[in-house]
Each structure stands twice: as structure tokens, then as C-alpha cells.
T-cell receptor
């Protein structure tokens, strides 16, 4: 009964490096959402993807951030040239589809620390 | 106006009391409402969902929805120290032809033994 799998759990990068965060949705789920959470703050929506399509990236910074969800393999959130302000917990959630009653299930998150 | 608003707290209640957590939302077209619990350093965990006006009970938890007032609440009866966590309200609505889920900033609950 695999849930939403995120890796790595912890990622340390130096300023200017690239960070790649991976998310494998629950079996049968084709919708993936990425959220960012700073300490003591709520979940901030970043991007919503379906297989091979970005549906809504309104919450994602235009520069340095990108996301993909290929036909095969996990969804990837990529942050280029990281800065200290990128340090946060990044959560991925998945749902089976788009009907209004379907719930989001979260992965354990990736804690990104930028030195 | 924020799309989903919650009082950040902390809300402190004694063990055994009823904890009442509130959430308001701005979009009248919102269709589905969820409560997630998040322990410090952990991921959000779904505890309740509600889709129509009225009350929905599950064990010690009761979700209440009033669409006319754009208000959803979560009651926790017989609060336990293990209930101490941040409770996130989430609202699902149609935006641009697809469903969008927005979270409030969460209310921190402290249950005092």
C-alpha cells in the first residue's frame, strides 16, 4: 500500500547549485500538486500537473523553478541556482482525478536546506 | 482578502475539553472542504472532508459547513494531548476549468494535560 513517495527526505545544497525533488504519486493517481511550506507557515501552492501537462503553475516563481510530470517516472520539481530563501519543506500531493470529492494525499516532504 | 482564512492561534484547551477550529473562505463557488492535521515536522494528514451543509461526524471529530456564511469548522471532542498539532483547512473549487485546492495558514492547537 505505497502512498505518495518523495525523495530525498533531506537535501542540502550550496548557493548556486541545483536541487531536484522527486515525487511518485499513489498508484492510480494521475494528478500531482507541489506545495512549499516555510517554518510556522501554511502550505503555499506552487504547481499542479497531470501526466505530461502543466495545468496551473501560478504559484511557482517564474525564474529558476520548473516542474514536470513525464509519461513514465516521477514528477520532478527543479530549482536552479538555489538561494538561501529557497530553504523550505516541499510537499507533493496526489489525487486520482479532478472530481470535486477527490482528496489530496501527501508525501512525507523534502526538506531543502541551502547553505 | 485571503482565499482561505484561519486564526493562526495558538488555541489552548485543557485535556477533555472541546476544541473548536474555524475557517472562512472567499469563493462562493467552492465545492469541497477538508481538514488536515499536521504534526511538527511531518506531512499533512487528511482527517475530515465535508461537501454539503450541516454536520459530519467521525469519532471525536465533527466538521460543520455553512455555505451561506462561507464558513467551515472542526470540533474535536474530549481533546487529548496527542491532538496538539496544526490544523489546516483546505478548500476545493473550480478555477479555469479544473479543480484547485487552496490551504489556509493553519491553526495551532495545544491541548494542556
Amino acid at each position: 500500500n505505497a502512498g505518495v513517495m518523495q525523495n530525498p527526505r533531506h537535501l542540502v545544497r550550496r548557493r548556486g547549485q541545483e536541487a531536484r525533488l522527486r515525487c511518485s504519486p499513489m498508484k492510480g493517481h494521475s494528478h500531482v500538486y507541489w506545495y512549499r511550506q516555510l517554518p510556522e507557515e501554511g502550505l503555499k501552492f506552487m504547481v499542479y500537473l497531470q501526466k505530461e501537462n502543466i495545468i496551473d503553475e501560478s504559484g511557482m516563481p517564474k525564474e529558476r523553478f520548473s516542474a514536470e510530470f513525464p509519461k513514465e517516472g516521477p514528477s520532478i520539481l527543479r530549482i536552479q541556482q538555489v538561494v538561501r530563501g529557497d530553504s523550505a519543506a516541499y510537499f507533493c500531493a496526489s489525487s486520482p482525478g479532478q472530481t470535486s470529492n477527490e482528496k489530496l494525499f501527501f508525501g512525507s516532504g523534502t526538506q531543502l536546506s541551502v547553505l | 482578502q485571503k482565499e482561505v482564512e484561519q486564526n493562526s492561534g495558538p488555541l489552548s484547551v485543557p485535556e477533555g475539553a472541546i476544541a473548536s477550529l474555524n475557517c472562512t473562505y472567499s469563493d462562493r463557488g467552492s465545492q469541497s472542504f477538508f481538514w488536515y492535521r499536521q504534526y511538527s515536522g511531518k506531512s499533512p494528514e487528511l482527517i475530515m472532508s465535508i461537501y454539503s451543509n450541516g454536520d459530519k461526524e467521525d469519532g471525536r471529530f465533527t466538521a460543520q459547513l455553512n455555505k451561506a456564511s462561507q464558513y467551515v469548522s472542526l470540533l474535536i471532542r474530549d481533546s487529548q494531548p496527542s491532538d496538539s498539532a496544526t490544523y489546516l483547512c483546505a478548500v476545493k473549487r473550480t478555477r479555469g476549468g479544473y479543480q484547485k485546492v487552496t490551504f489556509g495558514t493553519g491553526t495551532k492547537l495545544q491541548v494542556i494535560p
